[in-house]
């Protein structure tokens, strides 16, 4: 009787229909949807995508630091840094220090 208790109880958990139920709804369905999306307009995101990285990396080189200030106020630094992105997007270059 205790078999079958635990059998009962435990089974949802770990059978094969739970785990391709789970994988279908948080995995298969989203990596459907994102291809749709992608696919949408015959590939137009990604064709986007691609120019978009073709681009930085041929914009890349140009790209350089300029001078750098430090002031300390408070115990806290404040950096300054000049940056020349050359042809590079601003909206698609961030600085992290």
Do not use: I
């Amino acid at each position: 009787m205790k078999m079958r208790v635990s059998m009962a109880r435990l089974t949802p958990r770990f059978s094969a229909n739970r785990v391709v139920r789970e994988y279908t709804e948080r995995y298969y369905l989203a990596a459907g949807a994102a291809y749709q999306k992608r696919a949408a307009n015959q590939g137009a995101l990604a064709a986007e995508l691609v120019a978009w990285r073709r681009q930085l990396a041929e914009r890349w080189a140009d790209a350089r630091f300029g001078s750098v200030q430090v002031e300390t106020r408070e115990g806290r630094h404040e950096f300054v840094v000049q940056v020349r992105l050359g042809g590079l997007d601003p909206t698609a270059v961030a600085v992290d220090l």
